[in-house]
Each structure stands twice: as C-alpha cells, then as structure tokens.
C-alpha cells in the first residue's frame, strides 16, 4: 500500500479549485493507499484556505465549507495526522540551515512538516511520497540525502527551469 505525505501547499489543492485539485483528489480517495499530514498541519491549512478566500473575495461561508471538508477527511480517516516529534525538530534545523546555505526561502513550518513525513518513512520502512506545492523546500530537500533516500518528492506544479517534478 502506498504511502503519501502531503505539505499544507499541496494538501490545499483538495479544497480549493484549481488545475492541481483533482490530482490531489485523487491520490487522497485512493482506497489503497495511506495519506498522512503532519500535526502542524491543522492550523496551517486554515490560514491557506483563509488566504484563498480573502485573495479571491469568496467570504466566510465558503471558507467555512471548506475547512469542514478538511474536517470530514480527517474524522473519517482520509488523512491521518502524524505528531511532531522532538528528533524531527532536530532535523527541521537542518533543513532550514540548508536553505540558508543554497539561498531558498523555507518556513520553520514546511521544515517541520517535511521531517514529520522523514520520520513516518524511518518507521514503516518503506518511502513515502511526499507532495509539496512549495518550491523553495522542495528544491531544498532535494538537496538533503537524508530525505531523498527515504522519500520521494513530488512538485505539484510545473516544474521551473527544466527541473524534474519528481526526485
């Protein structure tokens, strides 16, 4: 059964209309498979649902709508949610450190939600996809062998410069 991991930059595809909506959909309705969010996710989504409803003037209601969605996927076990561990705020230090040293824009958040998804494949043994929308960490973890020996990196959006999509 595989494995999936998605970041809050890839996860707000399934809410939101857009042309990446239905991939995400997808993988997520996908009864074989397990799809994962890390803890931190649970607020972040409701600051990028938020974010797309002020930007695009859709009101409360529609935001409403949509966090309630992302409220049914978690109660009925769609995402399961993985908890920050200490060992993984260790590891988001790295991953921001090597931002610093390759000039990419990564959050603490992201940093933490990707090593969330390195520790959920350390203990299945096995690799975990993990989908991001979010350029800056995923040209990042491609960088870390650490996580690309143990997850696979999935850039929801067009690829930029010519860089493939997958890693």
């Known amino acids: 059964m595989p494995i999936y991991f998605f970041d ?3 996860l707000k595809h399934r ?3 857009t042309p990446q909506r239905r991939r995400v959909r997808k993988v997520t309705s996908d009864p074989n498979s397990s799809c994962y969010i890390c803890d931190w996710t649970i607020v972040e ?3 990028a649902l938020g974010d797309h409803c002020r930007g695009n003037r859709l009101g409360v209601k ?3 709508q949509m966090d309630r969605e992302f409220f049914e996927d978690l109660a009925s076990g769609k995402l399961k949610v993985r908890r920050t561990s200490t060992r993984g705020m260790m590891q988001a230090r790295s991953v921001l450190r090597k931002g610093v040293a390759i000039h990419r824009n990564v959050g603490s958040a992201d940093a933490l939600i990707a090593s969330c998804c390195r520790e959920l494949a350390l203990e299945q043994k096995t690799r975990v996809v993990f989908y991001t929308a979010d350029w800056g960490l ?13 997850m696979t990196l999935r850039y929801i959006l067009s690829p930029k ?3 493939p999509a997958e890693t």
């Open 8 to 10: 809050t930059s890839a």
């Open 62 to 64: 529609k935001f409403d």
């Open 138 to 150: 995923y040209s990042v973890l491609r960088e870390i062998g650490s996580f690309t020996s143990v």
């Open 45 to 47: 989504i409701a600051s």
């Open 15 to 17: 809410y939101v209309t």
């Open 161 to 163: 410069n010519g860089i």
